[in-house]
């Protein structure tokens, strides 16, 4: 319980308001709640309350087969139904030892990687209109459109994809559709520069987020904040640099960090700003990737009955939220013993009371957007 | 208006009643006139065209089913709020509630009152103008300030807070710039500050010297402060306060809040024009009629050129801070407000009867400042990428 920010008058008898925000409120990016405590504009404490969007993915996951339960990956986090997928099914190709095929490997690259984008999109559109700026985020879904537009090419389905299989990927990437995603990628690289005129270096946006709720590195670290929050705090730490899987290795990119750039390392602009480099960031993998894809088939031999030996295995992938973890326990029958997801949004909720002491209720919204939680990422 | 109901009287139309019953009658005429002819549409059209202007911003369509290009779509919504369930919650204030849109109607109506539409069109020309519009646009605080309490909900009353606070320190900025044009034209009257100008934009009060130049800009933001425009429209932030004071409002009242608000924008561009802009002047023509039909129309379009401005930042910035907005009002715009009423006073002195070289190099300045915006737009439209359309197999 921090202290009211201002002193108490003995004449004027003051009260602290208890808030609820959410789970019906507009930008609280889908059902989240926060139990606020202000006096007036500043807050005293927000308290996360999650669990509205809990749908027991992983108690699922122990009734469904290993290939059955890739399309419930999907809705772990809807928003990156890709990256799921290849956690789940790095998972259960490392407990039975399966090979992917090259292809197989540079398809899931590019799916991913148009995945993050659209991902990024979503976050920094939305961040433009919780901070009122409503054109920004209707420019950012036009581009997201493209994506989704390429992604029903690739893989049949917008949102939930179900694409990434044990083993490879479900359909392989045409010629025709590499060619669409090149041209969508040349169109996209110069909308980063408009959408950065736009909204990135207006006045009254930096005002609103520079040195806003700051995140120390020592923070970060303590709350085990992952993926672009973590980098936004100036640690360079990327799952697909340090603990490298597909064929990152081979690829030539750069992993954006915070570097305090309109006010404190750490504020809310940085980690604004790290997604807005990572948008760039995926379209030179995605570039790479086209270039380097080799002939052969997309997905290797898999038995339908897949029985992976009895075993633990806990993978990693950097999804837009971060480090995406799946255990999964293998009891050698048809059906997983345990999975269990870990996911970014769910300790970036933690910070959001220790940060919230002090800030307006604007602010509070900032920081939100700025976490770029997801709601049901947090609750699975 | 006065005057042409007090011939009407000489020539005898109105014989053995009272004068004050025709003047109440006229009064309840013009107000009707007024509002049902030119008030309602024109806040339903401006509801229509911003958010067509909006849709084409964001590479979206916008309303285009009502009517040719959706124009009759504000009637469609009208006709639908109507009909929907006038919503008063149980544990709101039962007096308060069902009473604050109106009086934030009434305080944006009666602005009507002293704005002109040509020489001769003018409701009732008081000598107080000026004064009178600012004291009934403070009415609508009180309305806002109702809404926001006696809702009986959190977010209202933050946003009704907000809104107190931000209308009453715009309302300085905004007064202090009427100050500097009132020192110059001598009058409050809003007909004798237009005549105190000339159809030349070298003869209006924005270019008369540099301090109105400034208080121009500082009236125009502070009036969209206190209109609850973009930037500054915090207290019905829907990103932060669901809807602020109108979150319990449904049906036709939740409306008379965007009636007002919208219907606020032309009252804004109006007051603009009349103090700053000329107001209806036009060269003469001699025809009585058609110079008549003239100033109303130049009188409108110069009024409406704010309007879109307002639609324009509105799709183009975020929104400030409540803390951001209270120092831009009290640290950077009410001290350049006063240094405009005292630049503007000196001037006076130092040039009594004006200075005809220093209104055309503001002139000039002003045309130099509007081709440098242009071309900056011009460059931002060349740059920006129209929607992609890859026609997926659909």
């Known amino acids: ?319 837009p939220r971060g480090d995406m973890g799946y255990y999964v326990v293998s009891d050698g029958s048809e059906y997983p013993y345990r999975v269990r997801i870990r996911t970014g949004s769910f300790t970036a909720m933690g910070i959001i009371d220790k940060l919230s002491r002090g800030i307006m209720v604007a602010d509070l919204i900032a920081l939100i957007a700025s976490l770029d939680v997801d709601a049901p990422e947090i609750d699975r | 208006m006065q005057a042409f109901v007090d011939s009407l009287i000489q020539q005898g139309y109105f014989t053995g009643m009272p004068t004050q019953v025709v003047y109440a009658i006229a009064m309840i005429a013009a107000a009707f006139a007024v509002l049902s002819f030119f008030v309602a549409p024109l806040a339903g059209v401006t509801s229509w065209l911003e958010r067509r202007v909006w849709a084409r911003m964001q590479s979206r369509v916008g309303p285009n089913r009502v009517g040719p290009q959706g124009i009759l779509q504000w009637l469609a919504d009208g006709i639908k709020n109507l009909l929907k369930e006038d919503l008063i919650p149980a544990a709101a204030d039962q007096l308060l509630f069902p009473l604050a849109p109106y009086i934030v109607f009434i305080g944006f109506l009666c602005t009507f009152v002293v704005i002109p539409f040509g020489s001769n069109l003018i409701v009732a020309d008081l000598d107080i103008g000026i004064l009178y519009l600012l004291a009934v646009t403070s009415i609508v605080v009180v309305g806002i300030l109702m809404a926001g309490w006696s809702s009986n909900n959190k977010w209202s009353l933050l946003g009704g807070m907000r809104s107190a606070a931000q209308i009453v320190s715009y309302e300085i900025p905004a007064g202090l710039a009427v100050l500097s044009i009132i020192f110059l034209a001598g009058t409050m009257s809003t007909q004798g500050i237009i005549k105190n100008q000339g159809w030349a934009p070298w003869d209006w009060y924005l270019f008369n010297n540099p301090f109105t130049f400034i208080a121009f800009f500082l009236y125009f933001t502070a009036a969209l402060a ?28 939740f409306l008379f809040f965007f009636f007002a608000e919208w219907g606020n924008l032309y009252v804004i561009g109006a007051v603009a024009t009349i103090l700053f802009l000329g107001g209806w002047q036009v060269p003469a023509v001699g025809d009585g009629l058609i110079e008549g039909v003239l100033q109303f129309v130049v009188f409108f379009l110069k009024a409406y050129l704010w309007v879109f401005v307002a639609m324009w930042v509105r799709a183009t910035l975020p929104r400030v801070r409540v803390d951001q907005l209270m120092a831009l009002c009290w640290k950077y715009m009410v001290p350049l407000s006063f240094l405009c009423v005292i630049g503007t006073a000196a001037w006076m002195v130092v040039f009594p009867h004006g200075n005809r070289w220093a209104s055309v190099g503001m002139f000039v300045l002003g045309v130099v400042i509007l081709l440098l915006f242009f071309g900056r737009v011009r460059y931002q439209i060349r740059h920006s990428k129209p929607e992609l359309y890859l026609r997926p197999y659909i």
């Open chain 1, 1 to 319: 319980m921090s202290e009211a920010v201002y002193p108490q008058s003995e004449v004027f008898h003051t009260e602290d308001m208890t808030i609820s925000v959410g789970p019906q409120h507009p930008s609280t990016h889908g059902v989240l709640r926060f139990v606020v405590r202000t006096d007036g504009e500043v807050i005293g404490e927000a308290i996360p309350d999650v669990g509205y969007l809990h749908r027991s993915i992983e108690k699922i996951g122990e009734k469904c087969t290993y290939h059955g339960y890739v399309p419930y990956t999907d809705r772990a986090d809807y928003l990156a139904a890709m990256f799921a997928n290849q956690g789940f099914c790095m998972a259960a190709e490392k407990l039975a030892a399966t090979e992917v095929t090259r292809r197989g490997e540079f398809c899931r690259v590019i799916a991913c990687e148009l995945n993050r984008i659209a991902s990024h999109l979503i976050s920094v559109g939305t961040f433009g209109q919780d901070i009122g700026a409503i054109t920004p985020f209707l420019h950012a879904l036009r581009e997201r459109e493209t994506i989704n537009d390429l992604m029903e090419e690739i893989c049949g389905a917008r949102l939930t994809y179900n694409y990434i299989r044990i083993g490879g990927v479900g359909y392989d990437i045409t010629q025709e559709t590499c060619d669409k995603i090149l041209t969508f990628l040349d169109h996209f690289d110069p909308i980063v520069d408009e959408y950065n005129r736009l909204l990135s270096y207006n006045k009254i946006y930096i005002e609103r987020l520079a040195n806003v709720a700051v995140i120390t590195k020592e923070e970060a670290f303590q709350y085990n904040l992952v993926g672009p929050n973590l980098r936004a705090s100036g640690i360079k730490w990327d799952i697909r640099r340090d603990i490298p899987y597909s064929v990152y290795p081979e690829l030539d990119f750069e992993v954006p960090v915070g570097h305090g750039e309109k006010g404190t390392l750490g504020d809310c602009y940085d980690r604004y700003w790290v997604r807005m480099q990572e948008l760039q960031e995926s379209s030179k993998i995605v570039r790479q990737c086209l270039k380097m894809m080799p002939k052969g088939p997309a997905i290797s031999k898999v038995p339908r009955k897949f029985k992976p030996p009895a075993g633990e295995v806990y993978v990693r992938v950097e999804a």
């Open chain 2, 226 to 253: 206190e209109g609850n425009r973009t930037p500054f429209d915090i207290p019905e932030a829907e990103s932060e306060l669901v809807a602020g004071y109108v979150t319990e409002y449904s049906g036709m009242r």
